[in-house]
């Protein structure tokens, strides 16, 4: 089903939210774009994606889970309660979403994360198509189609007159129903409103189903890794901007007669990630780095036949040294 | 805006969310090791809390944070839980700082266990060294506990001196028990030992057990575990024939903080118990 909005009206739809939801809109703030509350900011062409992955919505990277009173020998545990609220993201990217959909999974099963299932049901996503190839990214080869996806409750499509809109869930449905703001629209101007993308590669860098074919192959060649990683420096960064990256630690905050347990991000690049008292598998770089690879695209997809990576290219871009993934991942493929 | 769907979370916990324990015995077993007794504050839980023997659990103190240990208290023996604990970090360190009437958290039980099922009717061999004994021992008071169920049981067991030695009541109690066989060794003695002297995979070749319709467990340092497997092959044991548990540094315990894993397989949630068939087909080289 298609609908279609204008600029104008989408903003005031929005505005109109605010009643019922938090809603937040991408913004720029001190010249890195995020994920803001809405305050009918404009709505900028060069957005492209946010600077951090809007993981931390969902997972955030410091998440207190309960705390405890103590005192006289005695101790009382006092659970909090998950985030709460509903909640509206406009502007996410299909690469972001994906993410959140390859993450699920992780935190359900046998053993359900409150915090973060939580933060996925009370949150509508509401998706846009990009018009531009992000620095870095490979989401081409990885499968995603920057300007269409079923990861949203609704996903737009920007017009010369304003959006177009695909509802994709009951919940999207709901939201956009009513005639004060969407009009019906066709299939045909759906499709009419996909453009063409900025800087778009007119061949893949690599063939993902080859990468998956060989991860496991590749998996024991300690030259092979030594030499990927050779210049990587542990600093964590592509771990911390990476859409997928959920490995975490549980840490406790003490303070005189009262404390708290988090949960909060790790990274598999650290050296005392796996560190035990007299053992450390992978005290060597190489190490780290082929888990991290691997955990991706290997591992991961063993587990919950989906590949941990979105190709948004946030690592790539943001790396000091440079270190490439993509370049990782084509000699994988070769 | 359709309402969303909240899930009732009054009474329920948080997955990361422990029980209330308190301790009611502490027994010093060597220098840097120690056995805590611990009893359930929710007096339904003692009734209700189940487990088996291999299985692990996440214990807190308070202010600290959580370390990993397995339950080395049989499930044959309700009333109380064990675990042992050596001085090694932060977690362990505060641990022994702890008295009796003092309260620690617990999650779990997590992870699979030692496979009773198919000891039934075997001769079983039970290797350990040091506090690797820990799990073996909920294992043995299980099987003791069920003794007719079973044929030969030998326990060989090992540490670095006398004074290494962990669970000093329980070596006494299964060497006067005459349903089992029990050695004890020590890579060096004193002018007192009177057990054997000289590695646990050494000392295992000289007794040269036989692997007809035998089962072979072993738990204790890699280093040992790594040669005892490779003395298992010598003497005829069939990787199938032979049962370990792995350790890796595990946080959640649920197979979700992502470091306990050993190529796809998680310790946490595959392991910690394996056959020697699963491990010498692993992909990773990693543990």
């Not at chain 2, 490779?230 to 003497?235: M, Q």
Request: proline share 5%; net charge neutral; with cysteine.
């Amino acid at each position: 089903m298609y609908r279609k909005i204008t600029g104008e009206k989408l903003k005031k739809w929005l505005a109109g939210l605010k009643a019922q939801a938090e809603v937040l809109a991408p913004a720029r703030e001190n010249g890195l774009w995020t994920y803001r509350n809405f305050d009918r900011q404009d709505f900028s062409p060069n957005f492209q994606n946010s600077h951090l992955p809007p993981k931390a919505l969902f997972l955030e990277s410091l998440r207190a889970m309960f705390e405890w009173k103590s005192g006289d020998g005695s101790l009382r545990l006092n659970p909090l309660s998950p985030p709460d609220g509903q909640r509206v993201i406009f502007g996410l990217k299909p690469c972001d979403a994906k993410a959140l959909k390859i993450l699920e999974p992780v935190f359900a099963g046998d053993y359900q994360d409150v915090f973060y299932l939580r933060n996925l049901s009370r949150t509508l996503l509401l998706g846009q198509a990009c018009r531009a190839q992000c620095e870095g990214s490979f989401c081409g080869e990885m499968g995603i189609d920057p300007q269409d996806s079923a990861d949203f409750d609704v996903f737009f499509r920007e017009t010369p007159e304003g959006y177009i809109a695909r509802v994709i869930t009951d919940r999207g449905n709901a939201l956009t129903g009513g005639r004060d703001f969407f009009g019906e629209a066709s299939e045909e101007e759906w499709n009419l409103a996909r453009g063409q993308i900025r800087g778009r590669r007119e061949k893949h860098l690599f063939d993902l189903e080859r990468v998956k074919a060989r991860a496991a192959e590749y998996f024991p060649d300690e030259t092979f890794w030594k030499r990927v990683s050779a210049k990587c420096i542990n600093c964590g960064i592509c771990t911390y901007l990476c859409p997928t990256c959920h490995c975490f630690d549980l840490c406790d905050l003490q303070m005189p007669g009262q404390g708290a347990r988090f949960r909060c991000s790790d990274s598999c690049a650290f050296p005392d990630f796996t560190k035990m008292a007299v053992h450390n598998p992978r005290e060597e770089k190489w190490r780290r780095y082929r888990q991290r690879v691997s955990h991706k695209f290997n591992f991961f997809y063993q587990n919950f036949q989906a590949i941990a990576c979105v190709g948004c290219g946030r690592c790539v871009a943001h790396c000091p040294v440079n270190l490439d993934l993509r370049e990782v991942l084509l000699e994988v493929a070769r | 805006m359709n309402q969303l769907p909240t899930k009732a979370l009054a009474g329920e916990l948080s997955i990361y969310q422990p029980h209330l324990m308190e301790i009611i015995r502490v027994i010093p077993e060597t220098g840097d090791t120690k056995t805590f007794h611990i009893q359930f504050l929710d007096s339904a839980l003692r009734e209700t809390f189940s487990f088996l023997s291999g299985q692990f659990a996440e214990y807190s103190v308070f202010g600290e944070g959580e370390a990993t240990f397995c339950i080395s208290s049989s499930p044959s023996r309700r009333g109380h839980l064990e675990f042992s604990v050596k001085r090694v970090g932060r977690v362990t360190e505060a641990l022994h700082q702890l008295n009796q009437g003092d309260i620690i958290g617990l999650r779990g039980p997590y992870g699979n266990h030692f496979p009773l099922d198919q000891l039934k009717g075997k001769d079983l061999l039970f290797i350990g060294g040091g506090i690797g004994l820990a799990p073996l021992r909920s294992l043995i008071h299980n099987v003791l506990d069920n003794r007719s169920d079973y044929r030969e049981i030998t326990i060989l067991y090992g540490a670095r001196s006398p004074q290494d030695l962990c669970f000093k009541y329980d070596l006494e109690t299964w060497s006067r028990n005459p349903a089992v066989k029990m050695i004890t060794t020590v890579d060096a003695g004193d002018k007192d030992w009177k057990g054997q002297v000289g590695l646990v995979p050494v000392v295992l070749e000289e007794i040269g057990p036989s692997p007809d319709g035998a089962v072979a467990i072993t738990c204790g340092p890699p280093i040992m575990i790594r040669y005892t497997l490779r003395s298992l092959e010598k003497l005829g044991f069939l990787p199938s024939q032979v049962w370990t548990t792995l350790e890796m540094k595990m946080k959640c315990g649920l197979g979700k903080c992502g470091r306990c894993n050993i190529g796809p397989l998680y310790v946490c949630k595959d392991g910690p118990v394996f056959s020697y068939e699963e491990i010498r087909n692993f992909s990773s080289d990693e543990f």
